[in-house]
C-alpha cells in the first residue's frame, strides 16, 4: 500500500498544495479554529455531539460514499486531508492498513491522531471463527492478532471512545476544554439510556442467540448482553458464498434452538439467508436485517441520519430478533 500514497503525496507536494497548507495544524499555532478528520460515520457522529454549536471546528468524514471500508482506498484529496487537519480519528483495525504510510508520507507530527482501538484497550476483541462459518479461501499471512474492528457496535464501547475523543480535543483547543466535557458527559448520559433500553430488551426476550446468514460485525454488542451468535462469515470476512456445510449446520442450528429469524447486515442481498430458511424444518423464519453502519453516505448525514437513531432501529430490530414461537 506504500507505494500508491506516496505517488499520491508526491503529486500533491508538486502542486504545493501541502506546503500551502499545513502551517495552521502545526503544534503550538493558533488557527481559527480545529479541523477534525474522521473515517466512518459513527466516529464522526461521536466527534460532532462533542464539538456541540462551536461553528470554528469543521468535523469531516473520508468515507461519505457509501464504500465500505473494508475496501476504501484513499484518494490524493484524503490524504492532503489527513495532512492539513488539527485532529484525525479512525478506528485503527486492520481495514485501516493504509493509515500507517499515509501519516508516514505526510508527516504525522503536524496533525494529532487518536487510534480507537488502541483508545479501546483491554475491551478490544481478536477477530474469531465460530462453529459452522465458513473459512477464508485465502488465510492471510499471520502477522500477529487480527482484531475484530466493528468497536462503534457496542454503546460500552461508545462510552469509552466518545471520551477518549473529548480529552483529546480538550487538549488540543484548551480555551473550550469544559465545553467538550460538557458536551461529552450529555451525549454519554444518551448512551447509558440507550444500552439500558438493550439490557431490558434482552432480558426480556425469549432467545438468547442471534444466527447471521451474513457477516457478523455484532459481536460486541452480543458480548455486551450476553447473547450467543452464530453466522456464515466473520465480521471482516470478504466471502460472499457459503458453503453447503456452512448452510446446512446454520439450518440445523435454527431448527435446534427455535430460531424465529434469520439475520442479515444492510444492503445484503439475503440469498445466504433465504438458503437457510427453505432448509430449515418449517421454513417461516422471518429475515431481518440490523444496520452495521459501514454504508452511511454523506446524504444520509444531510438527511439526519446519527449514531443514536441507527442504534434505536437496530434495538427495535433486535427485540423482534428475540421473540420466541409461543
Known amino acids: 500500500m506504500r507505494k500508491p500514497v506516496a505517488l499520491l503525496l508526491a503529486c500533491l507536494l508538486l502542486l504545493g498544495m501541502v506546503c500551502a497548507c499545513v502551517s495552521g495544524a502545526k503544534k503550538g499555532a493558533e488557527p481559527p479554529g480545529l479541523s477534525v478528520v474522521t473515517t466512518i460515520f459513527p466516529v464522526y457522529d461521536w466527534v460532532r ?16 460514499s457509501g ?50 482501538m488502541e483508545a479501546l484497550g483491554d475491551r478490544a476483541r481478536e477477530e474469531e471463527t465460530t ?23 457496542s454503546l460500552r464501547n461508545a462510552d469509552v471512545l466518545v471520551e477518549a475523543i473529548c480529552e483529546q480535543l480538550a487538549a488540543l483547543d484548551e480555551a473550550y476544554a469544559d465545553e467538550y466535557r460538557a458536551n461529552a458527559a450529555a451525549y454519554r448520559e444518551k448512551l447509558a439510556a440507550l444500552d439500558e433500553k438493550y439490557a431490558q430488551a434482552v432480558a426480556a426476550g ?21 447473547l450467543g451468535y452464530y453466522a456464515a462469515f466473520r465480521g471482516c470476512s470478504a466471502e ?20 424465529t ?19 430449515t424444518q418449517t421454513k417461516d423464519q422471518r429475515i431481518l436485517a ?25 434495538l427495535s430490530v433486535l427485540r423482534e430478533a428475540l421473540i420466541g414461537k409461543g
Not at 440490523?290 to 454523506?298: G, L, N, R
Open 131 to 153: 462453529e459452522g462459518m465458513t473459512p477464508e479461501a485465502e488465510a492471510p499471512e499471520e502477522e500477529g492478532p487480527e482484531y475484530d474492528e466493528h468497536i462503534w457496535l
Open 290 to 314: 440490523m444496520d452495521s453502519m459501514q454504508s452511511v453516505t454523506a446524504r444520509d448525514v444531510q438527511d439526519g441520519a446519527s449514531y443514536l437513531a441507527i442504534m434505536e432501529k437496530d
Open 261 to 279: 429469524a434469520v439475520m442479515v447486515i444492510e444492503g445484503a442481498d439475503q440469498r445466504i439467508a433465504q438458503t437457510i430458511v427453505q432448509s
Open 240 to 259: 460472499t458464498e457459503a458453503s453447503f456445510e456452512t448452510v446446512a449446520f446454520l439450518a440445523g442450528k435454527v431448527d435446534e434452538l427455535g430460531l
Open 206 to 226: 425469549q432467545i438468547r442467540t442471534l444466527l447471521f446468514g451474513d457477516r457478523f460485525p455484532f459481536r460486541y454488542m452480543a458480548e455486551d448482553y450476553g
Open 49 to 64: 455531539n462533542v464539538v456541540g454549536d462551536r461553528a470554528d471546528v469543521t468535523v469531516s468524514m473520508l468515507l461519505d
Open 67 to 116: 464504500v465500505d471500508l473494508h475496501s476504501f482506498q484513499p484518494t490524493a484529496q484524503d490524504i492532503l486531508k489527513i495532512a492539513t487537519c488539527s485532529l484525525f480519528v479512525y478506528v485503527g483495525g486492520e481495514s485501516d492498513a493504509w493509515v500507517a504510510d499515509a501519516l508516514r508520507e505526510t508527516d504525522g507530527q503536524k496533525t494529532a491522531v487518536l487510534n480507537l
